[in-house]
């Protein structure tokens, strides 16, 4: 089946720092990658959409300057995480679909940012 | 209201008992829907697909869609404690936006 590909799966960083997450698409092209946050306990909560070759477009609330997505290629979108706060810590998620339409979303393994 | 309702649960089924999880949709034109698994601390894992309506059976699984309800339900038969998870729906009409319900916490009880 499809597989993304995401890593780190967990990282520590200190306040302040900047972190970059990848997210690959290994056996397909993923013209468009959705990114996610989920707190404990919590649903996921969609952040960001990305497409290839054009800007991403974020939900409302999520800090397009502080959460950055480049999606430079059809098989890698990154996220990284800005000037991070333990605010930021969070699990999060990267999902694509393997072609537009009806296929569904196929998610990374996430990783578990831990800011502190 | 929300595009994609479920009940947060928790549910509870003994070993070897049916489980059914239900979800409904505000959307009527979505088209595809999709029921996935998430363990603690873990990704979801998509485990069934539906698309016409009509029920749809992998394995100890079946889904159940009625687009006229706008309704879609998930049934696991001979539940096992590995089945204990959260179960997201998810709904879509052209597959530029994906609508996720809260998620229903099952627990099959040994």
């Known amino acids: 089946g499809a597989v993304v590909s995401q890593h780190p799966s967990w990282v520590i960083c200190k306040s302040g720092t900047s972190v970059k997450i990848e997210c690959r698409s290994l056996?397909?092209?993923?013209?468009?990658m959705f990114w996610y946050r989920q707190f404990p306990k919590q649903s996921l909560m969609l952040m960001a959409t990305?497409?290839?070759?054009?800007?991403?477009?974020?939900e409302q609330g999520v800090e397009k300057d502080k959460f950055l997505i480049n999606h430079a290629s059809l098989t890698l979108s990154t996220l990284t995480v800005t000037s991070a706060h333990p605010e930021d810590s969070s699990f999060y998620i990267c999902s694509a679909p393997t072609r537009q339409g009806d296929s569904p979303l196929h998610f990374g393994n996430g990783t578990r940012l831990t800011v502190t | 209201q929300k595009e994609v309702e479920q009940n947060s649960g928790p549910l509870s089924v003994p070993e070897g008992a049916i489980a059914s999880l239900n979800c409904t949709y505000s959307d009527r034109v979505s088209q595809s829907f999709f029921w996935y698994r998430q363990y603690s601390g873990k990704s979801p894992e998509l485990i069934m697909s539906?698309?016409?309506?009509g029920d749809k059976e992998d394995g100890r699984f079946t889904a159940q869609l009625n687009k006229a309800s706008q309704y879609v339900s998930l049934l696991i038969r001979d539940s096992q404690p590995s089945d204990s998870a959260t179960y997201l729906c998810?709904?879509?009409?052209?597959?530029?936006?994906?609508?996720f319900g809260t998620g229903t916490s099952l627990t099959v009880i040994p």
């Open positions: 056996d397909f092209q993923a013209t468009t």
């Open positions: 998810a709904v879509t009409h052209t597959g530029n936006q994906f609508y």
């Open positions: 539906i698309y016409s309506n």
């Open positions: 990305s497409n290839e070759g054009s800007k991403a477009t974020y």
